[in-house]
């Protein structure tokens, strides 16, 4: 009953455009006196008879006789009217609290108490009083109460007959101010009977004044007599809908009652109700939920389960679960989802529209499965795309194609501007969103303005950010064409109401408040997930995992789907990080035995796999030492991705367009951003299995050209990982290694005949171009390079001795036996010219005879070093990189160990350094001073031969079991002393 009228009433709360029209009825809950009253309290100062009933002429001509009588004495004439109406005091009834909840932006008032004040302030809502003319331009857009027939405050209150005559000229301002009341708002009269008075003045004033602008107010009757038809076509014809409150309960003779029916009867108006409707009205309303989000090129999973709340529940996975209470609201569209083409082809075009439109929203939440008492059924046939593919995949010669032409379409333009932007092109980006909100905003296209803007913001932040660093952007250009703070942070309330009822799920979108709600999301799952893997439970449904990813999913697919730009801002990025490192920690459990017994080892949905889309979350939102340090904490050798031809796609993705961007780049803003992306990719890809033609790419992409983000480290330490793990040669690669290798080495070599220094930048100290030659064949094949073998002849004619540590480091293995022996007699006449250790580590690696001679000037370098070491911390001054003070003497003692030198020639040297002493004479050694980490720098055959002395392995199975009990050993050498303890001495 009244379904419409009250809809009414909720749509005007909902767009701001609802006012209240108060009369002494509502005052009158509270125990306030009646006009009735006070006419009667006039009548006996005059010595007049009271009246049952009065006319309307009396209830003004009796008041301005009164004040006649008093010689127009305004003074006494006040002071009598408020003692009458103003004696006691008064509270707020719950009539007043029902109308605040709905919202209203204005009241109107024809009382003079202050209940309507009083109550706003009760219930904490902001209301400006306009009691008078002066009052109304301080309203600002502010809600207010507007009391039309003034009050006590201002002794201004209308009530004779001569205050209505003259109520145009005492009240201009607010007669002008009801008018436009009348003709932008839903009026609601509550607490007046039909036959007021005022009703009848202010309605026949404001159709008068308004005539085809007046919109037809709903007036509230709470009367003890039921209206005829006569009576309400009456009513009708005065510009009035009557809600009866007598058609909605059950009689009852208590006013608050009859007020509380009505107001029963808008709240389940207001809510999705289901009851009494059909299948074909609940698949109505049910269209008319989901309409609005079809916009939307992509939505969360909330943004529909908010909708369908509380009738239909959604899990965070996107899987319906239904019972016999969410049936109705579904019914029609699963039966239709059901009907073969053939049947749905004989539906009519209004109703197939409207399943498709529903189809379309589930399917861009990618909410595909409904679950029916324990079976699931996939309801979303095909493929359903996720987010953006040339996103998630890197391919931005896709986007830069699609940004280099001309669109007539809003749409489109806002999908270059996006690509733009991915491009790292952020300046063209921000001009073209800017130019789009413009015309979507003339278009009344509110959604594309919204999201435009919201990337003028967020573009805006990305510019300055990158102008502090590079200068490369016109920031006075940018700023002039982007919102103040204020209109920024205003931004979803400066629309539309009707724009801001339908798409409140995306009113943050422009706002930190978005990414601080992320934040929060991924903290709580994060830590739900972290406490499921210490735990090592078993998890039913729903994991943990899976509840991670599907929150990972779910911001990846919204942001780019709808090409919103808020992934480049550290709180998104955090956030998805912390997930994905958590993922990881999941992941390196997997696959581990448990000793104890399963309660249900029936179960395994706990499992965590990758793709490619979480291979875009590692590229984009980790660098490259967040790459290595996580999968290095949790012992990662090898993580393996699912569709890996997708994964493989997006790498080649990202080397293809690279010299494009260096050819064409204006700023090399986008070159820098790319060289990031690659140097994550060579970081991940160390520990991914990929095919020969993906390697062979990209050794040649980074060793046939020089990068500012990629260093000479970040490319050994990939061919590491791919040519020796994982046995990645061809003939290809080792051609491209070495052509990259005698490159560097002949620049290295012209720079130093010329007296320059040639250096290649690294991370790391240890690693540089020479480390190439490792990957040239793979170590099994004894490959010598005649290539290599030249340049080594040129160094030793041009007696470059600065070049020595290379060759005997790295370079000597790799030339032929004649080349080894001229680089020994090379090596022994620097020796004899000026010792050095790294010369005679070469002479030891070449395993060539030491002459007496190297060998006493290898004591007495031992004999400076031991010197040195022991007076270092005389002058205080401290040179970093430190080195071991003992680490040559060390060095010494091991090759004692391996029987490469004689331990009885250096036995002068014992008692200096521990780790010396244990490699000269283990048998002999005091294993109180035993350190079980030289263990871990031993050869196997080392090893093998130590624990053939009974006592000596005894003493390191003692000591092992010691270090390994302490509990203060990293896991990864605790780990491997194990392997050593079980391998060697047990």
């Known amino acids: 009953m009244y379904e419409k009228e009250l809809q009414r009433i909720l749509t005007a709360s909902q767009n701001n455009a609802l006012t209240f029209f108060v009369g002494a009825g509502v005052s009158a809950l509270s125990g306030?006196?009646?006009?009735?009253?006070?006419?009667?309290?006039?009548?006996?100062?005059?010595?007049?008879?009271?009246?049952?009933?009065?006319?309307?002429?009396?209830?003004?001509?009796?008041?301005?006789?009164?004040?006649?009588?008093?010689?127009?004495?305004?003074?006494?004439?006040?002071?009598?009217?408020?003692?009458?109406?103003?004696?006691?005091?008064?509270?707020?009834?719950?009539?007043?609290?029902?109308?605040?909840?709905?919202?209203?932006?204005?009241?109107?008032?024809?009382?003079?108490?202050?209940?309507?004040?009083?109550?706003?302030?009760?219930?904490?809502?902001?209301?400006?009083?306009?009691?008078?003319?002066?009052?109304?331009?301080?309203?600002?857009?502010?809600?207010?109460?507007?009391?039309?027939?003034?009050?006590?405050?201002?002794?201004?209150?209308?009530?004779?007959?001569?205050?209505?005559?003259?109520?145009?000229?005492?009240?201009?301002?607010?007669?002008?101010?009801?008018?436009?009341?009348?003709?932008?708002?839903?009026?609601?009269?509550?607490?007046?009977?039909?036959?007021?008075?005022?009703?009848?003045?202010?309605?026949?004033?404001?159709?008068?004044?308004?005539?085809?602008?007046?919109?037809?107010?709903?007036?509230?009757?709470?009367?003890?007599?039921?209206?005829?038809?006569?009576?309400?076509?009456?009513?009708?014809?005065?510009?009035?809908?009557?809600?009866?409150?007598?058609?909605?309960?059950?009689?009852?003779?208590?006013?608050?009652?009859?007020?509380?029916?009505?107001?029963?009867?808008?709240?389940?108006?207001?809510?999705?109700?289901?009851?009494?409707?059909?299948?074909?009205?609940?698949?109505?309303?049910?269209?008319?939920?989901?309409?609005?989000?079809?916009?939307?090129?992509?939505?969360?999973?909330?943004?529909?389960?908010?909708?369908?709340?509380?009738?239909?529940?959604?899990?965070?996975?996107?899987?319906?679960?239904?019972?016999?209470?969410?049936?109705?609201?579904?019914?029609?569209?699963?039966?239709?989802?059901?009907?073969?083409?053939?049947?749905?082809?004989?539906?009519?075009?209004?109703?197939?529209?409207?399943?498709?439109?529903?189809?379309?929203?589930?399917?861009?939440?990618?909410?595909?499965?409904?679950?029916?008492?324990?079976?699931?059924?996939?309801?979303?046939?095909?493929?359903?795309?996720?987010?953006?593919?040339?996103?998630?995949?890197?391919?931005?010669?896709?986007?830069?194609?699609?940004?280099?032409?001309?669109?007539?379409?809003?749409?489109?333009?806002?999908?270059?501007?996006?690509?733009?932007?991915?491009?790292?092109?952020?300046?063209?980006?921000?001009?073209?969103?800017?130019?789009?909100?413009?015309?979507?905003?003339?278009?009344?296209?509110?959604?594309?303005?919204?999201?435009?803007?919201?990337?003028?913001?967020?573009?805006?932040?990305?510019?300055?950010?990158?102008?502090?660093?590079?200068?490369?952007?016109?920031?006075?250009?940018?700023e002039a064409l982007s919102p103040n703070d204020s209109e920024a942070e205003n931004l979803f309330r400066r629309l539309p109401v009707e724009f801001r009822n339908i798409y409140d799920n995306l009113r943050d979108i422009h706002s930190a408040n978005m990414l601080y709600k992320y934040s929060y999301e991924a903290f709580t799952d994060g830590q739900k997930l972290q406490k499921a893997i210490e735990s090592g439970s078993t998890e039913f449904g729903m994991t943990s995992s899976g509840k991670a990813i599907c929150r990972v999913n779910d911001y990846l697919h919204f942001l780019l789907g709808n090409e919103i730009i808020a992934d480049v801002f550290s709180e998104y990025r955090s956030a998805v990080k912390n997930l994905m490192s958590l993922l990881v920690y999941k992941y390196s459990t997997q696959g581990k035995k448990v000793l104890h017994e399963q309660p249900f080892p029936f179960i395994d949905g706990n499992d965590v796999y990758f793709d490619e889309i979480d291979f875009h979350c590692f590229i984009e939102y980790f660098d490259a030492k967040e790459i290595i340090a996580l999968l290095s904490k949790y012992h990662i050798e090898t993580i393996e991705f699912q569709n890996m031809a997708s994964i493989e796609n997006a790498v080649n993705n990202l080397l293809d367009y690279y010299s494009y961007a260096v050819k064409s780049s204006k700023n090399n803003i986008d070159v820098i951003g790319l060289q990031t992306q690659i140097k994550n990719c060579l970081a991940l890809l160390r520990y991914v299995s990929i095919s020969q033609g993906l390697v062979d790419k990209i050794c040649g992409f980074i060793l046939t050209q020089e990068f500012r983000e990629i260093l000479i480290n970040d490319k050994v330490l990939f061919l590491d990982r791919q040519l020796v793990h994982r046995k990645m040669y061809s003939k290809t690669t080792s051609k491209i290694v070495e052509n990259t290798l005698i490159s560097y080495l002949d620049k290295h070599i012209a720079a130093l005949k010329k007296g320059e220094r040639f250096e290649l930048f690294s991370a790391s100290t240890g690693i540089n171009y020479c480390n190439l030659v490792h990957y040239i064949s793979a170590p099994e094949e004894k490959y010598y390079s005649r290539r290599l073998s030249m340049r080594i002849s040129q160094i030793i004619n041009n007696n470059l001795s600065q070049m020595y540590y290379q060759i005997t480091q790295h370079y000597c293995g790799y030339v032929s036996k004649n080349q080894q022996k001229k680089l020994i007699t090379w090596a022994n006449k620097l020796i004899q010219m000026n010792f050095s250790f790294d010369l005679f580590k070469m002479l030891v690696q070449c395993d060539t005879r030491i002459s007496k001679a190297a060998k006493t000037q290898l004591k007495v370098y031992l004999k400076q070093r031991i010197d040195a070491a022991k007076n270092k911390n005389n002058n205080g001054v401290v040179v970093y990189p430190t080195k071991q003070p003992y680490e040559e003497l060390d060095q010494v003692g091991y090759w004692c160990l391996l029987n490469v030198l004689k331990a009885k020639d250096f036995q002068e040297f014992l008692g200096n350094s521990e780790a010396f002493d244990f490699y000269c004479e283990y048998a002999k050694f005091d294993f109180n001073k035993f350190d079980v980490s030289w263990l871990l720098n031993l050869y196997p055959h080392t090893l093998e031969q130590i624990a053939k002395n009974e006592k000596v392995k005894g003493c390191v199975r003692v000591a092992i079991a010691n270090a390994l009990n302490d509990g203060e050993i990293a896991l990864s050498d605790s780990q491997r002393l194990q392997s050593i303890l079980i391998k060697y001495f047990c």
């Open 32 to 478: 306030a006196p009646t006009w009735k009253g006070l006419i009667h309290a006039i009548s006996d100062r005059l010595g007049q008879a009271r009246k049952d009933e009065y006319s309307s002429d009396e209830y003004l001509q009796i008041p301005q006789m009164f004040y006649y009588s008093l010689g127009e004495n305004k003074e006494e004439y006040y002071t009598f009217v408020k003692a009458q109406l103003h004696s006691s005091p008064m509270l707020p009834n719950v009539i007043h609290r029902e109308m605040l909840n709905l919202n209203p932006v204005s009241f109107i008032t024809t009382n003079y108490d202050t209940l309507l004040e009083d109550a706003a302030v009760q219930y904490c809502q902001s209301f400006k009083v306009v009691s008078r003319d002066e009052d109304v331009p301080t309203i600002f857009g502010d809600r207010f109460i507007l009391k039309l027939h003034g009050d006590f405050k201002h002794n201004n209150f209308v009530l004779k007959e001569e205050d209505y005559l003259n109520y145009s000229d005492n009240f201009k301002l607010i007669e002008t101010l009801v008018k436009s009341i009348f003709s932008t708002n839903t009026a609601v009269f509550i607490g007046y009977s039909l036959n007021d008075y005022n009703i009848k003045l202010i309605l026949n004033w404001t159709k008068t004044l308004l005539k085809d602008s007046f919109r037809e107010p709903i007036f509230l009757y709470v009367g003890s007599s039921a209206l005829t038809d006569t009576e309400l076509i009456y009513q009708q014809s005065k510009g009035l809908t009557v809600v009866e409150w007598n058609k909605l309960i059950t009689s009852t003779d208590d006013y608050l009652d009859r007020y509380n029916a009505i107001f029963a009867a808008l709240k389940n108006q207001s809510k999705l109700s289901l009851e009494g409707k059909s299948e074909d009205e609940a698949f109505e309303i049910l269209y008319n939920l989901l309409q609005p989000l079809d916009r939307l090129n992509a939505l969360r999973i909330e943004d529909v389960s908010k909708r369908l709340y509380p009738y239909i529940r959604i899990r965070d996975d996107g899987v319906i679960g239904l019972s016999q209470r969410d049936d109705l609201l579904l019914k029609r569209f699963f039966a239709i989802n059901l009907m073969p083409d053939s049947q749905q082809n004989n539906l009519t075009k209004d109703v197939l529209g409207k399943y498709h439109c529903i189809l379309n929203v589930f399917r861009k939440a990618r909410i595909l499965e409904v679950e029916d008492g324990h079976k699931y059924r996939r309801f979303v046939a095909g493929e359903v795309p996720f987010a953006d593919k040339n996103c998630i995949l890197f391919d931005y010669s896709a986007m830069h194609a699609f940004s280099e032409k001309t669109y007539k379409s809003l749409d489109k333009n806002y999908k270059k501007a996006f690509y733009l932007s991915r491009l790292r092109r952020y300046d063209e980006a921000f001009f073209h969103f800017s130019e789009i909100a413009k015309q979507a905003f003339k278009d009344s296209d509110y959604l594309l303005y919204y999201f435009a803007e919201s990337n003028c913001i967020s573009l805006r932040k990305v510019i300055k950010n990158v102008n502090t660093w590079y200068r490369c952007y016109d920031l006075d250009a940018v």
